[in-house]
């Protein structure tokens, strides 16, 4: 579920450490120190682009969106926009109670487990805002006992999530699992808080942690069983069977004159396309520019420029 953009964005709180850590213990020890964590790191890169390189396809190509979404892909403005870290998106619409909302608002609400969206948008509610709150005692503790380290530490961290929620925000397509990586950093925080008010002699301080914990796993309760139960898509009203029983109703005549308002291949795989249904179909129309059209055209199994019968 993540993208290969994670790993990129990986690259500036290394660079904090590694510079870091020069400062501090040298360049000779940074170096035998970070060589097994770099060369583990490098196995599944390497497998990939091996695997990438025996399939005949270029080693630096570890996605194909340009090609399921060419008008995407085709500019850069058109892949990141401003107007879609700040303005409602409608096309790829996440909402609340109808509201739709900018990429933007949808990484604020995801990273401090704020209500609204859908059950599955959530690693939880509300707790994710303390974990984010809780950083700041644990850098003030942590700058009193390991001040260099935390001088280079802190910083990274913030960085990239701060990154995180810069270029998903920016990015045509909102999803919530682009932000899983900073919510696991947001639960280690909380998880550290929660510990180290509980190993503080203060009575006060171990009560605090212990209702936090207490809280959190309330939240987590709740969380899943909103989950669970949230429903099922409506299939009646779903996109792809809608315009299909539409499409069926005009005739012969009018589909001949139109493209195909659904992709062909999704509707057989709903059960749509049957033998019966396209015995009873003379005219399809033109083959719409989706996905798996594009890909059979690829494949050489539709001529670019033939009108293909979905039935045959």
């Known amino acids: 579920s993540m993208r290969s ?32 964590w770099a060369l583990g790191a490098l196995i599944f890169p390497a497998a990939t682009v091996l695997i990438l390189a025996r399939s005949g396809w270029p080693v ?3 996605s194909g969106y340009g090609f399921w979404m060419p008008n995407r892909f085709d500019h850069l403005s058109s892949t990141f926009n401003f107007q879609y870290a700040f303005q409602p998106d409608l096309t790829f619409r996440q909402e609340v109670v109808g509201r739709p909302l900018s990429h933007l608002e949808l990484a604020l609400r995801v990273l401090a487990g ?21 950083a700041i005692p644990l850098y003030r503790i942590a700058r009193r006992r390991y001040p260099s380290f935390t001088a280079w530490t802190a910083p990274a961290l913030l960085l990239w999530t701060l990154a995180h929620v810069a ?8 999803s919530s699992r682009f932000y899983l990586a900073p919510l696991a950093l947001c ?3 909380l998880a550290t808080f929660c510990g180290v008010a509980l190993s503080r002699p203060d009575r006060r301080m171990r009560l605090a942690g212990a209702a936090v914990v ?5 939240l987590a309760a709740q969380g899943i069983a909103e989950l669970r139960r949230e429903g099922l898509p409506n299939l009646d009203t779903e996109r792809t069977r809608a315009r299909f029983n539409r499409w069926l109703e005009i005739g ?11 992709d062909p291949v999704h509707a057989q795989a ?7 249904v396209a015995a009873e179909v003379h005219s399809w129309g033109e083959l719409p520019d989706t996905v798996h059209v594009r890909r059979l055209r690829a494949n050489g199994f539709l001529a670019a420029h033939a009108l293909e019968s979905p039935g045959r």
């Open 167 to 174: 270029v998903f925000s920016l990015y045509f397509y909102p």
């Open 187 to 189: 639960l280690v925080l």
């Open 114 to 134: 704020i209500p609204g969206l859908r059950p599955h948008h959530y690693l939880g509610y509300i707790w994710p805002l303390a974990g984010w709150l809780a």
């Open 214 to 218: 207490v809280v959190v796993g309330l």
């Open 270 to 276: 709903l059960g749509l396309l049957t033998p019966e």
């Open 60 to 62: 630096w190509q570890w």
């Open 5 to 36: 953009i994670v790993a990129v964005l990986m690259l500036l709180p290394i660079a904090f450490f590694l510079i870091g850590g020069v400062r501090r213990i040298g360049v000779r020890a940074v170096f035998l120190r970070g060589l097994p």
């Open 252 to 262: 012969d005549e009018r589909r001949s004159r139109r493209t195909m308002p659904f």
